[in-house]
DNA sequence: TCTGGATATTTTAAGTTTAAAATAACTCGA
DNA sequence: TCGAGTTATTTTAAACTTAAAATATCCAGA
């Protein structure tokens, strides 16, 4: 008897009390350990094939993508880090002979980065085995879970970038 | 005419050339970014309301879930960092009185670290508000986005754990 | 007991990262 | 043209982070 019986807090996934948001927490503590372990060995694997660091590569993976270059703002706003940090990765970059530096024709504060043919070609080659390494990863995911997963990400993104905005307008 | 012949390409999500990862390769980046936009967030937030670093509030976090404190390879280990970088996290939290740390009783190299009662007091006042932050972060996923969005990183978090694994046993 | 290997931590050097202040150049309206 | 406000970049100081080497301690077996 009584196995139908619904307890006060039946379906315990649905209670809310307000002001509880534990399982958002728990969320997000995933999502971040998801993505540091991830990231961490690339940045191993990384270092080992090809002697890079990770922001290096990262930067460089910008530049790939924008075969006129990028200034550094544009730099900066796209890896999401600040304007200072990319001042010096460039700077290591360019002394490493990957980018080359020059001023903006039309405007004499801003600088546009290139890749070299050197930094263009180690990169590609990076890129390669990265994109590898990458579906190694995921590899345990059916295409239809990491359709879902990729569009759940996708509204994250949204639901946080108005969050971030409703914060500081 | 021809309106119904179906491309050699069709269904462009499920064409699969041999070695061609681009949709797992967006997927990291959508990962990432969600977890740097949320992450950079929440340290301006932490710094603006509690002048405290999302490191120094991490490493407290782990010692608030520990009673009995923790050693450093232990914290260094579940916060997924350097042993280094705990050594030097700690010292800067014992010098401002958040944190004791005293020698194992069991074992004369180990340092068993725990929280004081300002730093429990402090860190507890920054989780409540920390908590309704990240909440406000994913508020526009429903509940089923939420369990959702969990099952499937937790999948990809045994995915990649196996990866890594499988590459270095 | 002694010794080799493992573990816990610290140190070191180099690099990354941020926030904030400083510098320089642009834009645009009075 | 002048000047205020904006934008692009660099500089600075402090903190964070890693990988690797160095120390110190523990542990298990000969």
């Known amino acids: 008897m009584n196995e139908h019986v619904i307890p006060l807090d039946a379906e315990a996934h649905a209670v809310e009390r307000p002001e509880d948001h534990h399982d958002d927490l ?31 590569f990262d930067l460089m993976a910008q530049l790939d993508k924008a075969p006129d270059g990028l200034t550094l703002s544009e730099l900066s706003k796209r890896m999401m880090v600040s304007n200072g940090n990319v001042t010096g990765l460039v700077e290591r970059l360019v002394e490493s002979g990957h980018l080359v530096r020059e001023t903006s024709k039309t405007d004499r504060r801003a600088q546009v980065i290139r890749l070299t043919p050197l930094g263009r070609a180690e990169f590609r080659a990076m890129a390669e085995e990265h994109e590898g390494w990458i579906a190694e990863m995921f590899c345990e995911l059916t295409p239809r879970e990491r359709e879902d997963l990729m569009r759940l990400l996708a509204k994250t993104k949204m639901s946080t970038r108005r969050a971030i905005e409703g914060a500081r307008p």
Chains 1, 2 share one sequence.
């Open 26 to 56: 728990r969320l997000w503590l995933r999502l971040l350990t998801c993505t540091t372990l991830i990231e961490g060995e690339i940045r191993r694997r990384l270092r080992d094939s090809f002697d890079v660091t990770l922001p290096r």
